[in-house]
């Protein structure tokens, strides 16, 4: 006898093998790449990286939903699409993150929002910005997918067996995308750029090194820069203790540039407890 959850199972692999090819193409109409993924994956089927500078025509669309009628659906974030999306992991404190958003900055715009099979949220926005990329916890909880990027799109079904969901009213035919906003767009530019400044500033930085006068600050800018970039604080201050003695004229003390990148680490930690800000 087929247990409840067996059969729901089924009946969305179903449900995902006569929808998927067809939003495919619904969604290559509203202008974004689309590629095929594993079944019950995140994996691409195929190697993807022409998508993210063109998009499949139908006819590549029908053949490979005819090709893997049970694979799932992923879009292409991105130039490619124009689009950017904000991915929400609560269990990583992504609502509370958008909270402080909420806060400070007043709610995101309605814009098409997808629930993931782990129990996430998707929030599409419009930006033909080249320079964002991915980019993991801009705020805890809250990741980005641009440039590069790839998410798994409705009605694709989770390694859980669960499937990939439109909110109610917030599916792409209910709303179109609304723009990143100009906060949003801004703050990931800066973080992008190591806040403010190209990365050829940072690379010429790193060769040249600076006199005395300049030290303390280069060491705390430095500081900001790669942790905004994810590494590690213990890193972080190896890489800076190194650099002090081969680019710093003359070089700082040990202890002050351990107390400088403290300080920065410090309130590296105390913007992402404060939602970024």
Same mark, same amino acid.
């Given at each position: #006898?087929?247990?409840?959850?067996?059969?729901?199972?089924?009946?969305?692999?179903?449900?995902?093998?006569?929808?998927?090819?067809?939003?495919?193409?619904?969604?290559?109409?509203?202008?974004?790449?689309?590629?095929?993924?594993?079944?019950?994956?995140? %994996? =691409?089927?195929?190697?993807?990286?022409?998508?993210?500078?063109? /998009?499949?025509?139908?006819?590549?669309?029908?053949?490979?939903?005819?090709?893997?009628?049970?694979?799932?659906?992923?879009?292409?974030?991105?130039?490619?699409?124009?689009?950017?999306? *904000?991915?929400?992991?609560?269990?990583?404190?992504?609502?509370?993150? !958008?909270?402080?958003?909420?806060? /400070?900055?007043?709610?995101?715009?309605?814009?098409?929002?997808?629930?993931?099979?782990?129990?996430? /949220?998707?929030?599409?926005?419009?930006?033909?910005?080249?320079?964002?990329? $991915?980019?993991?916890?801009?705020?805890?909880? %809250?990741?980005?997918?641009?440039?590069?990027? #790839?998410?798994?799109?409705?009605?694709? %079904?989770?390694?859980?067996?669960?499937?990939?969901?439109?909110?109610?009213?917030?599916?792409?035919?209910?709303?179109?995308?609304?723009?990143?906003?100009?906060? !949003?767009?801004?703050?990931?530019?800066?973080? #992008?750029?190591?806040?403010?400044?190209?990365?050829?500033?940072?690379?010429? *930085?790193?060769?040249?090194?600076?006199?005395?006068?300049?030290?303390? $600050?280069?060491?705390?800018?430095?500081?900001?820069?790669?942790?905004?970039?994810?590494?590690?604080?213990?890193?972080?201050?190896?890489?800076?203790?190194?650099?002090?003695?081969?680019?710093? /004229? =003359?070089?700082?003390?040990?202890?002050?540039?351990?107390?400088?990148?403290?300080?920065?680490?410090?309130?590296?930690?105390?913007?992402?407890?404060?939602?970024?800000?």
């Amino acid at each position: #006898m087929t247990s409840r959850g067996s059969h729901q199972s089924s009946s969305r692999a179903r449900r995902t093998e006569e929808t998927c090819a067809a939003t495919a193409l619904a969604y290559r109409r509203l202008g974004w790449s689309v590629i095929p993924l594993q079944p019950g994956e995140k %994996i =691409p089927k195929l190697p993807w990286q022409e998508f993210q500078d063109r /998009r499949a025509d139908e006819e590549e669309i029908r053949a490979w939903f005819k090709r893997w009628p049970r694979a799932n659906l992923g879009v292409v974030t991105g130039p490619v699409s124009g689009l950017v999306v *904000l991915d929400v992991d609560p269990r990583h404190g992504g609502e509370a993150s !958008l909270g402080h958003w909420n806060e /400070r900055h007043g709610p995101l715009p309605a814009t098409p929002e997808a629930i993931t099979g782990g129990g996430g /949220r998707h929030l599409y926005f419009a930006t033909r910005d080249p320079e964002l990329g $991915n980019r993991v916890a801009i705020v805890p909880g %809250i990741d980005l997918r641009g440039r590069g990027g #790839m998410i798994v799109a409705p009605p694709s %079904i989770h390694p859980s067996g669960r499937p990939y969901v439109w909110n109610p009213g917030r599916a792409p035919a209910d709303l179109p995308l609304a723009p990143l906003p100009q906060w !949003l767009h801004e703050r990931l530019s800066a973080q #992008m750029s190591g806040r403010g400044h190209p990365f050829a500033y940072w690379r010429s *930085l790193a060769r040249g090194g600076v006199e005395e006068g300049q030290r303390n $600050n280069t060491i705390a800018s430095f500081a900001g820069h790669l942790l905004w970039h994810g590494v590690d604080p213990e890193v972080v201050l190896e890489l800076l203790l190194t650099w002090n003695q081969a680019r710093c /004229r =003359p070089p700082l003390a040990d202890d002050e540039v351990a107390r400088v990148v403290a300080s920065i680490t410090n309130l590296h930690r105390r913007e992402g407890e404060d939602g970024g800000e």
